[in-house]
Protein backbone atom coordinates (compact mmCIF):
# COMPACT_ATOMS: atom_id res chain seq x y z
CA UNK A 1 0.00 0.00 0.00
CA UNK A 2 0.85 3.47 -0.70
CA UNK A 3 -0.69 6.61 1.10
CA UNK A 4 1.13 9.37 -1.25
CA UNK A 5 1.48 12.96 -0.85
CA UNK A 6 0.03 13.22 2.59
CA UNK A 7 1.09 15.32 6.03
CA UNK A 8 3.13 12.71 8.19
CA UNK A 9 2.31 14.10 12.23
CA UNK A 10 3.36 12.92 14.81
CA UNK A 11 5.47 13.02 18.01
CA UNK A 12 8.71 13.89 16.25
CA UNK A 13 7.06 16.63 14.26
CA UNK A 14 4.78 17.50 10.31
CA UNK A 15 6.30 17.00 7.30
CA UNK A 16 4.49 15.60 3.53
CA UNK A 17 5.88 12.48 2.40
CA UNK A 18 4.52 9.00 0.53
CA UNK A 19 4.17 6.20 3.15
CA UNK A 20 4.92 2.51 1.66
CA UNK A 21 3.23 -0.07 3.84
CA UNK A 22 4.66 -3.67 3.00
CA UNK A 23 3.42 -6.78 5.03
CA UNK A 24 2.14 -4.37 7.83
CA UNK A 25 5.09 -2.17 8.65
CA UNK A 26 6.56 0.96 7.09
CA UNK A 27 9.38 1.01 4.77
CA UNK A 28 9.91 4.10 3.31
CA UNK A 29 8.59 7.50 4.28
CA UNK A 30 9.29 9.63 1.60
CA UNK A 31 8.54 7.26 -2.10
CA UNK A 32 9.12 8.51 -5.14
CA UNK A 33 9.18 5.87 -7.41
CA UNK A 34 6.88 4.36 -9.61
CA UNK A 35 3.30 2.86 -8.18
CA UNK A 36 1.13 0.83 -10.33
CA UNK A 37 0.44 -2.51 -8.81
CA UNK A 38 0.00 -1.23 -5.41
CA UNK A 39 -2.81 -0.45 -3.61
CA UNK A 40 -2.64 3.52 -3.40
CA UNK A 41 -4.14 6.14 -1.00
CA UNK A 42 -4.53 9.67 -2.17
CA UNK A 43 -3.57 11.33 0.65
CA UNK A 44 -3.19 15.18 -0.33
CA UNK A 45 -5.12 17.50 1.82
CA UNK A 46 -5.20 15.03 4.49
CA UNK A 47 -3.17 14.35 7.66
CA UNK A 48 -1.46 11.02 8.77
CA UNK A 49 -0.89 10.32 11.99
CA UNK A 50 -0.56 6.92 14.16
CA UNK A 51 -3.59 5.50 15.06
CA UNK A 52 -4.80 6.07 18.45
CA UNK A 53 -4.25 3.41 21.43
CA UNK A 54 -6.58 3.83 24.43
CA UNK A 55 -5.06 3.13 27.92
CA UNK A 56 -8.75 3.06 29.02
CA UNK A 57 -11.80 2.02 27.94
CA UNK A 58 -15.03 -0.11 29.02
CA UNK A 59 -15.74 -2.66 26.21
CA UNK A 60 -18.54 -4.56 29.17
CA UNK A 61 -17.77 -8.19 28.00
CA UNK A 62 -18.61 -10.37 30.14
CA UNK A 63 -21.78 -9.66 31.23
CA UNK A 64 -23.00 -6.02 29.79
CA UNK A 65 -23.31 -6.93 26.54
CA UNK A 66 -26.57 -4.58 26.33
CA UNK A 67 -24.44 -1.63 26.90
CA UNK A 68 -21.65 -2.78 25.02
CA UNK A 69 -19.69 -6.38 23.59
CA UNK A 70 -16.48 -6.58 22.31
CA UNK A 71 -17.18 -5.77 18.60
CA UNK A 72 -19.24 -2.98 19.04
CA UNK A 73 -17.05 -1.23 20.69
CA UNK A 74 -14.09 -2.39 19.10
CA UNK A 75 -15.85 -1.17 15.83
CA UNK A 76 -16.70 1.91 17.40
CA UNK A 77 -13.05 2.29 18.44
CA UNK A 78 -12.22 1.95 15.18
CA UNK A 79 -14.32 4.63 13.92
CA UNK A 80 -12.97 6.92 16.26
CA UNK A 81 -9.16 6.19 15.03
CA UNK A 82 -8.33 3.29 17.95
CA UNK A 83 -6.61 0.59 17.15
CA UNK A 84 -5.81 -0.73 20.16
CA UNK A 85 -7.39 -0.64 23.88
CA UNK A 86 -7.26 -1.41 27.27
CA UNK A 87 -10.24 -2.92 28.45
CA UNK A 88 -11.26 -2.21 32.33
CA UNK A 89 -11.75 -5.62 34.34
CA UNK A 90 -15.23 -4.31 35.64
CA UNK A 91 -17.54 -6.67 34.07
CA UNK A 92 -19.73 -9.35 35.59
CA UNK A 93 -18.07 -11.42 36.41
CA UNK A 94 -14.93 -9.38 37.15
CA UNK A 95 -12.09 -10.12 35.03
CA UNK A 96 -9.62 -11.62 37.91
CA UNK A 97 -8.23 -14.88 36.59
CA UNK A 98 -6.18 -15.75 33.52
CA UNK A 99 -9.21 -17.73 32.52
CA UNK A 100 -11.14 -14.45 31.88
CA UNK A 101 -8.12 -12.91 30.45
CA UNK A 102 -7.39 -15.35 27.59
CA UNK A 103 -11.22 -15.41 26.82
CA UNK A 104 -11.01 -11.91 26.10
CA UNK A 105 -8.07 -11.75 24.02
CA UNK A 106 -9.23 -15.03 22.36
CA UNK A 107 -12.34 -13.52 21.21
CA UNK A 108 -10.00 -10.27 20.22
CA UNK A 109 -7.79 -12.12 17.61
CA UNK A 110 -10.99 -13.78 16.24
CA UNK A 111 -12.71 -10.82 15.55
CA UNK A 112 -9.72 -8.92 14.10
CA UNK A 113 -10.95 -5.61 14.19
CA UNK A 114 -9.10 -4.01 17.17
CA UNK A 115 -5.89 -5.08 19.36
CA UNK A 116 -6.34 -5.71 22.83
CA UNK A 117 -4.93 -5.22 26.27
CA UNK A 118 -7.35 -6.77 28.55
CA UNK A 119 -6.91 -5.37 31.90
CA UNK A 120 -7.20 -7.80 34.69
CA UNK A 121 -8.55 -6.92 38.54
CA UNK A 122 -6.10 -6.33 40.85
CA UNK A 123 -7.93 -7.98 43.37
CA UNK A 124 -10.50 -10.89 43.47
CA UNK A 125 -13.93 -9.56 42.99
CA UNK A 126 -12.44 -5.98 43.41
CA UNK A 127 -12.36 -7.40 47.57
CA UNK A 128 -9.14 -7.63 50.01
CA UNK A 129 -7.08 -10.58 48.17
CA UNK A 130 -5.11 -10.15 45.21
CA UNK A 131 -5.41 -12.06 42.19
CA UNK A 132 -2.36 -14.39 40.78
CA UNK A 133 -0.37 -11.90 39.30
CA UNK A 134 2.53 -14.47 38.27
CA UNK A 135 0.16 -16.55 36.84
CA UNK A 136 -2.05 -13.81 35.18
CA UNK A 137 0.96 -11.99 33.77
CA UNK A 138 1.28 -14.81 30.69
CA UNK A 139 -1.67 -12.85 29.79
CA UNK A 140 -1.38 -9.18 30.54
CA UNK A 141 0.70 -6.84 32.80
CA UNK A 142 -2.43 -4.46 33.25
CA UNK A 143 -4.13 -4.30 37.01
CA UNK A 144 -6.83 -2.41 37.39
CA UNK A 145 -9.90 -2.16 40.09
CA UNK A 146 -11.13 0.66 37.48
CA UNK A 147 -14.51 1.75 39.05
CA UNK A 148 -13.67 1.45 42.49
CA UNK A 149 -11.36 2.80 44.58
CA UNK A 150 -8.80 0.72 46.52
CA UNK A 151 -9.57 1.46 50.19
CA UNK A 152 -6.70 0.18 52.19
CA UNK A 153 -3.38 1.95 52.07
CA UNK A 154 -2.06 -1.30 52.82
CA UNK A 155 -3.47 -2.97 49.80
CA UNK A 156 -2.00 -0.34 47.51
CA UNK A 157 1.11 -0.66 49.28
CA UNK A 158 1.61 -4.75 48.86
CA UNK A 159 0.30 -4.18 45.08
CA UNK A 160 2.92 -1.42 44.29
CA UNK A 161 5.51 -3.55 45.51
CA UNK A 162 4.83 -6.11 43.41
CA UNK A 163 4.00 -4.33 40.62
CA UNK A 164 7.78 -3.43 40.73
CA UNK A 165 9.23 -6.64 41.35
CA UNK A 166 7.30 -8.55 38.59
CA UNK A 167 7.14 -5.56 36.30
CA UNK A 168 3.30 -4.95 35.84
CA UNK A 169 1.29 -1.89 35.72
CA UNK A 170 -1.25 -0.57 38.02
CA UNK A 171 -3.80 1.88 36.64
CA UNK A 172 -5.24 3.45 39.59
CA UNK A 173 -8.89 4.97 39.57
CA UNK A 174 -8.77 7.22 42.62
CA UNK A 175 -11.96 8.31 44.35
CA UNK A 176 -11.72 10.36 46.30
CA UNK A 177 -9.19 11.74 43.41
CA UNK A 178 -7.15 14.43 45.82
CA UNK A 179 -7.09 12.55 49.04
CA UNK A 180 -6.65 8.81 47.28
CA UNK A 181 -3.28 10.51 44.48
CA UNK A 182 -1.87 12.10 47.85
CA UNK A 183 -1.84 8.99 49.88
CA UNK A 184 -0.53 6.11 46.40
CA UNK A 185 2.20 8.94 45.76
CA UNK A 186 2.83 8.78 49.01
CA UNK A 187 3.18 5.58 48.98
CA UNK A 188 5.44 5.72 46.16
CA UNK A 189 8.05 7.59 47.80
CA UNK A 190 8.76 4.34 50.56
CA UNK A 191 7.97 1.66 48.13
CA UNK A 192 8.67 2.42 43.88
CA UNK A 193 6.08 0.97 42.03
CA UNK A 194 4.27 0.86 38.53
CA UNK A 195 1.53 3.63 38.57
CA UNK A 196 -0.59 5.36 36.21
CA UNK A 197 -3.20 7.45 37.55
CA UNK A 198 -6.55 7.27 35.91
CA UNK A 199 -8.82 10.41 35.00
CA UNK A 200 -7.12 13.11 36.75
CA UNK A 201 -10.09 15.56 36.61
CA UNK A 202 -9.01 18.00 39.47
CA UNK A 203 -6.35 21.51 40.24
CA UNK A 204 -5.22 20.27 43.25
CA UNK A 205 -4.47 16.98 42.33
CA UNK A 206 -2.42 18.12 39.56
CA UNK A 207 -0.75 20.45 42.04
CA UNK A 208 0.04 17.19 44.00
CA UNK A 209 1.33 14.84 40.70
CA UNK A 210 3.33 17.72 39.15
CA UNK A 211 5.29 18.16 43.01
CA UNK A 212 5.82 14.77 43.26
CA UNK A 213 7.55 13.96 39.58
CA UNK A 214 9.37 17.06 40.41
CA UNK A 215 10.68 15.20 43.25
CA UNK A 216 12.11 12.39 41.13
CA UNK A 217 9.17 10.36 41.59
CA UNK A 218 8.24 7.78 38.58
CA UNK A 219 4.21 7.80 37.74
CA UNK A 220 2.21 8.89 35.09
CA UNK A 221 -0.82 10.01 34.57
CA UNK A 222 -4.39 10.45 31.94
CA UNK A 223 -7.47 12.55 31.55
CA UNK A 224 -10.13 11.41 29.90
CA UNK A 225 -11.91 13.90 27.13
CA UNK A 226 -14.68 15.54 28.57
CA UNK A 227 -12.98 16.75 31.37
CA UNK A 228 -11.06 19.29 29.29
CA UNK A 229 -13.91 19.57 26.87
CA UNK A 230 -16.29 21.60 29.50
CA UNK A 231 -16.71 22.22 32.76
CA UNK A 232 -19.80 22.26 34.78
CA UNK A 233 -21.80 19.77 33.57
CA UNK A 234 -25.07 18.29 34.82
CA UNK A 235 -24.07 14.78 33.55
CA UNK A 236 -22.98 11.91 35.65
CA UNK A 237 -19.50 10.73 35.46
CA UNK A 238 -16.85 9.40 37.88
CA UNK A 239 -15.02 11.19 38.51
CA UNK A 240 -17.39 14.53 38.04
CA UNK A 241 -16.94 17.33 35.43
CA UNK A 242 -15.18 19.60 37.68
CA UNK A 243 -14.99 23.91 37.68
CA UNK A 244 -14.02 26.23 35.27
CA UNK A 245 -10.67 26.42 37.18
CA UNK A 246 -9.70 22.52 37.11
CA UNK A 247 -10.68 22.56 33.44
CA UNK A 248 -8.32 25.08 32.91
CA UNK A 249 -5.70 23.22 35.25
CA UNK A 250 -6.05 20.35 33.02
CA UNK A 251 -5.05 22.49 30.24
CA UNK A 252 -2.07 24.10 31.67
CA UNK A 253 -1.03 20.24 32.95
CA UNK A 254 -0.63 19.43 29.63
CA UNK A 255 1.29 22.23 28.24
CA UNK A 256 3.85 21.66 31.03
CA UNK A 257 4.20 17.90 30.49
CA UNK A 258 2.49 16.85 34.04
CA UNK A 259 0.02 14.96 32.21
CA UNK A 260 1.21 11.73 30.32
CA UNK A 261 -1.82 10.36 28.41
CA UNK A 262 -4.92 11.28 26.84
CA UNK A 263 -7.13 8.43 27.26
CA UNK A 264 -11.34 7.88 26.68
CA UNK A 265 -12.48 6.51 30.07
CA UNK A 266 -15.28 5.36 27.12
CA UNK A 267 -18.02 3.93 29.71
CA UNK A 268 -21.31 2.92 27.53
CA UNK A 269 -24.42 2.63 29.44
CA UNK A 270 -27.79 2.01 28.44
CA UNK A 271 -30.83 4.59 28.46
CA UNK A 272 -32.16 2.71 31.44
CA UNK A 273 -29.03 3.00 33.49
CA UNK A 274 -28.63 6.24 32.68
CA UNK A 275 -31.60 7.03 34.27
CA UNK A 276 -30.68 4.93 37.18
CA UNK A 277 -27.61 6.90 37.79
CA UNK A 278 -25.04 4.74 36.14
CA UNK A 279 -21.91 7.10 35.66
CA UNK A 280 -19.87 7.61 32.37
CA UNK A 281 -19.81 8.50 29.12
CA UNK A 282 -19.58 6.73 25.57
CA UNK A 283 -16.78 8.57 23.64
CA UNK A 284 -14.29 6.67 22.11
CA UNK A 285 -15.71 7.15 18.56
CA UNK A 286 -15.49 11.49 18.95
CA UNK A 287 -12.74 11.12 21.71
CA UNK A 288 -9.91 12.69 19.15
CA UNK A 289 -12.47 15.44 17.57
CA UNK A 290 -12.86 15.98 21.30
CA UNK A 291 -9.50 16.78 22.38
CA UNK A 292 -8.25 18.48 18.73
CA UNK A 293 -11.05 21.18 19.56
CA UNK A 294 -9.81 21.71 22.59
CA UNK A 295 -6.12 21.46 22.21
CA UNK A 296 -6.88 23.94 18.72
CA UNK A 297 -8.56 26.76 20.78
CA UNK A 298 -5.93 26.26 23.24
CA UNK A 299 -2.30 26.69 21.16
CA UNK A 300 -1.20 22.97 21.93
CA UNK A 301 -0.21 21.40 18.74
CA UNK A 302 -1.30 18.03 16.93
CA UNK A 303 1.86 16.21 17.56
CA UNK A 304 1.22 16.98 21.21
CA UNK A 305 -2.10 15.11 20.63
CA UNK A 306 -0.42 12.93 18.64
CA UNK A 307 2.24 11.66 22.33
CA UNK A 308 -0.83 12.00 24.24
CA UNK A 309 -2.77 9.08 22.22
CA UNK A 310 -0.13 7.52 20.32
CA UNK A 311 3.38 7.59 21.22
CA UNK A 312 3.15 7.32 25.13
CA UNK A 313 0.64 4.94 25.36
CA UNK A 314 2.58 2.42 23.09
CA UNK A 315 5.88 2.88 25.11
CA UNK A 316 4.22 2.29 28.57
CA UNK A 317 2.21 -0.77 26.78
CA UNK A 318 5.77 -1.72 24.99
CA UNK A 319 4.00 -1.75 21.11
CA UNK A 320 6.05 -1.28 18.36
CA UNK A 321 3.90 1.32 16.90
CA UNK A 322 2.57 4.81 17.99
CA UNK A 323 5.11 7.01 15.63
CA UNK A 324 5.65 7.15 11.66
CA UNK A 325 9.51 5.64 10.75
CA UNK A 326 10.58 2.88 9.18
CA UNK A 327 10.26 -0.11 10.62
CA UNK A 328 7.24 0.39 12.64
CA UNK A 329 3.74 -0.93 12.67
CA UNK A 330 1.42 1.26 9.88
CA UNK A 331 -1.36 1.38 12.30
CA UNK A 332 -2.61 4.53 10.73
CA UNK A 333 -5.03 6.77 11.04
CA UNK A 334 -5.95 9.17 8.02
CA UNK A 335 -7.84 12.56 9.40
CA UNK A 336 -9.12 15.78 7.68
CA UNK A 337 -7.65 17.89 10.70
CA UNK A 338 -9.40 21.00 10.07
CA UNK A 339 -13.54 19.98 9.50
CA UNK A 340 -15.73 21.34 11.81
CA UNK A 341 -18.79 19.31 12.65
CA UNK A 342 -21.64 18.65 15.33
CA UNK A 343 -21.32 15.52 17.28
CA UNK A 344 -24.30 13.40 16.67
CA UNK A 345 -24.65 10.60 18.71
CA UNK A 346 -27.51 8.67 16.15
CA UNK A 347 -24.26 7.99 14.53
CA UNK A 348 -22.16 6.31 16.93
CA UNK A 349 -22.08 2.39 16.19
CA UNK A 350 -21.39 2.07 20.27
CA UNK A 351 -24.52 0.73 21.41
CA UNK A 352 -25.06 3.64 23.97
CA UNK A 353 -25.24 6.89 23.06
CA UNK A 354 -24.72 8.27 26.86
CA UNK A 355 -23.06 11.17 25.26
CA UNK A 356 -23.84 15.13 26.49
CA UNK A 357 -22.24 17.00 23.94
CA UNK A 358 -24.53 15.74 20.98
CA UNK A 359 -25.34 18.47 18.91
CA UNK A 360 -21.58 20.28 20.17
CA UNK A 361 -18.75 21.63 17.50
CA UNK A 362 -15.88 19.14 17.39
CA UNK A 363 -12.88 19.12 15.18
CA UNK A 364 -11.19 16.25 13.14
CA UNK A 365 -12.68 13.84 11.19
CA UNK A 366 -11.27 10.46 10.81
CA UNK A 367 -11.48 9.09 7.60
CA UNK A 368 -9.96 6.04 7.50
CA UNK A 369 -7.61 3.49 9.97
CA UNK A 370 -5.67 1.26 9.07
CA UNK A 371 -4.10 -1.58 11.30
CA UNK A 372 -0.56 -3.79 10.23
CA UNK A 373 -1.26 -2.22 6.73
CA UNK A 374 -4.96 -3.20 6.75
CA UNK A 375 -8.06 -0.94 6.24
CA UNK A 376 -9.98 -1.31 9.11
CA UNK A 377 -12.08 1.77 8.96
CA UNK A 378 -13.24 3.59 5.65
CA UNK A 379 -14.96 6.61 5.79
CA UNK A 380 -13.82 8.82 2.71
O1 LIG B 1 -17.80 7.26 34.85
C1 LIG B 1 -17.28 6.17 35.03
N1 LIG B 1 -17.77 5.07 34.44
N2 LIG B 1 -16.23 6.08 35.82
C2 LIG B 1 -15.72 4.88 36.20
O2 LIG B 1 -14.76 4.86 36.90
C3 LIG B 1 -16.35 3.63 35.75
C4 LIG B 1 -17.06 3.84 34.49
C5 LIG B 1 -17.96 2.70 34.12
O3 LIG B 1 -17.52 1.55 34.21
O4 LIG B 1 -19.09 2.96 33.73
ZN1 LIG C 1 -12.35 5.05 36.66
Not at 117 to 134: D, P, R
Not at 178 to 188: A, G, H, K, W
Amino acid sequence: MIIKNVEIVDVHGSRPGNIVIQEGVITDLDYQGDDYNEEIIEGSGYTIMPSFIDLHCHLREPGYEYKEDMESGMKAALRGGYTHVCAMANTKPVIDNIELVKKNHDKSKKLGLCDLTQICALTKNFGKEYVEFKEIMQETKVFSNDGVNVNERETMERALAYSKALDFLILSHCEPEVETVRRDLDILKEIPGNLHICHVSEHETINIIRLAKDQGIEVTCEIAPHHIFESEVDYKVNPPFGREQDRKALIRAIKEGTIDICATDHAPHSKEDKDQGAPGISNIEVAFPMYWKVFNENNLSLEKLSEMMSYKPAKMLDLNCGEIAVGKEANLVLVNTEKEYLMDINKFISKSKNNPFHGTIIKGEILMTIKRGVIKYDNR
